[in-house]
């Protein structure tokens, strides 16, 4: 329970992937990590631990063995989550004197979980300094905007299938004029919270967050409840475990990517070349050739972590009959025969043997064969650098919701498994 703890406080200052991976980074600064910068030319050192930041979205973290290396072990995960989006120009005077926010979906969100509950907005602010910019995380961190549902007397339907229409129904309220005004109201507050001028701030990338806090609920503590457990815990677990590996012949990553919950073809998402270029230059740093590179990267293996489906209380009908998983019973594997998980039999074999070893419960997941699922970041990752692949996660309820449930004490079995993969994988 100490790292599920730990979980809901990181996740709790992790409104956004910003915020995320600014978090993740000083873990990694406290683990004696040094920082590297892509535009810098990198001296590695043997024996030693790296991370490299990318948009300050997307973050690799690398550790180097004593002696040469003839492969690397790497555990993807990513650091957004579905939320809306504040537009460019955001605030909104309605005739009718209301404020309201401009915002536009980013990723496929529950919509209905969004509205009628406090909302914060934090991101990151791009500010003029002289002639540069500089960039500055913010967080309002206080209940500042909601988005009303229409009372049902005017919405019959809305407990038999109501279609959101993201630019009528989901446009959140911030205040009340009486009469439109000229000037972004939320603007300044959000420059005073972050100690900058507004007239500074020249663009931003601003998001809305749910202000519910984490709960441990149910009995016995079996659930947990916060924002962006998908897929949060993954990269939680990822850090949390890479400092208490050992490498011996291998070097240890760790991938925390960006822009997965729209489709991942980003400068900072793993249809990117982020995590090619850090393995050649890591490695070219260890003094290796291209052809060691390139034969360390054929004798490498992935481990590509984002959550997966619990069977639904409700809904067990939704699940296929004997490839399902449930909450708190251990690492979940996928399996997609169309490889939108990279799940193959070698690599579902050597992962449940590694968990076997670590005395860590696994599960199996796939889809009902009448129901497409979801995709990850595995098989997109291995377009650009291909390897042997598994794709696994945590068993979770109601993924893309604003508030989403966990089992308790699959966190632990997460940090447990990567730590052998990365020790003996
Ligand atoms: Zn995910």
């Known amino acids: 329970m100490d790292h599920l703890r730990d979980f809901l406080t990181f996740a709790g200052q992790s409104p956004t992937v910003y915020h995320a991976v600014a978090g993740l980074a ?72 209301y404020l309201r926010l401009n915002v536009e979906k980013y990723g496929g969100m529950i919509m209905s979980t ?39 007397h005017f919405n019959r339907e809305i407990n038999s299938g109501y279609a959101y229409q993201p630019q009528v129904d989901l446009l959140p309220l911030f205040g009340f004029d009486g009469q439109p005004q000229e000037g972004s109201r939320l603007l300044e507050e959000i420059a005073d919270r972050a100690g900058v001028s507004c007239r500074d701030i020249l663009s931003h990338d601003l998001f809305l967050y749910n202000r ?17 457990i998908d897929d949060l815990e993954c990269a939680f677990a990822a850090v949390e475990a890479l400092p208490r590996t050992v490498p011996r012949d291998t ?24 995590l090619y270029d850090t393995l050649t230059r890591l490695g070219t740093g260890l003094g290796a050739s291209d052809g060691e590179i390139r034969a360390a990267m054929a004798g490498s293996r992935m481990v590509s972590a984002d959550n997966a489906h619990a069977v639904h209380p409700n809904h067990p009908d939704k699940y296929d009959s004997q490839n399902r998983v449930f909450m708190n019973q251990g690492v979940v594997i996928k399996h997609n025969a169309a490889q939108k998980y990279t799940t193959d039999g070698l690599s579902s074999a050597r992962f449940e043997l590694l968990c076997q070893r670590a005395g860590v419960p696994v599960q199996h997941f796939a889809n009902r064969s009448d129901i497409a699922g979801g ?32 089992g308790t004490r699959d966190l632990d079995y997460l940090i447990q498994a990567l730590s052998a993969f990365w020790t003996e994988g």
């Open 212 to 228: 519910q806090p984490a709960s441990v609920w149910g009995a016995g503590d079996a659930f947990f409840s916060c924002q962006r």
């Open 251 to 274: 070097v240890s990553v760790c991938a925390i990517f960006d822009n997965e919950e729209v489709g991942s073809a980003s400068r900072q998402g793993a249809d990117s070349n982020f």
């Open 114 to 152: 969004w509205l009628d509950r406090p909302l914060s907005v934090a991101g990151r602010l791009i500010l003029r300094s002289g002639d540069d910019l500089t960039v500055r995380l913010v967080n309002l961190d206080r209940d500042a905007v909601l988005i009303p549902n229409l009372p049902i």
């Open 26 to 97: 000083d873990r990694l600064r406290a683990e004696g990590f040094h920082e590297l910068r892509e535009t810098d030319p990198w001296l590695i050192d043997a024996g030693e631990k790296y991370f490299v930041l990318r948009n300050d979205a997307a973050l690799i973290a690398f550790a180097t063995p004593d002696t040469g290396f003839g492969a690397f072990r790497i555990v993807a995960a990513h650091g957004d989550s579905p939320a809306f989006k504040l537009k460019q120009h955001f605030e909104d005077h309605t005739r009718e004197g």
């Open 375 to 406: 995709s990850t970041l595995g098989n997109i990752a291995n377009t650009h650098i291909s390897m042997e692949t598994v794709d696994i996660g945590l068993a979770q309820l109601a993924m893309h919701s604003a508030y989403e449930t966990a």
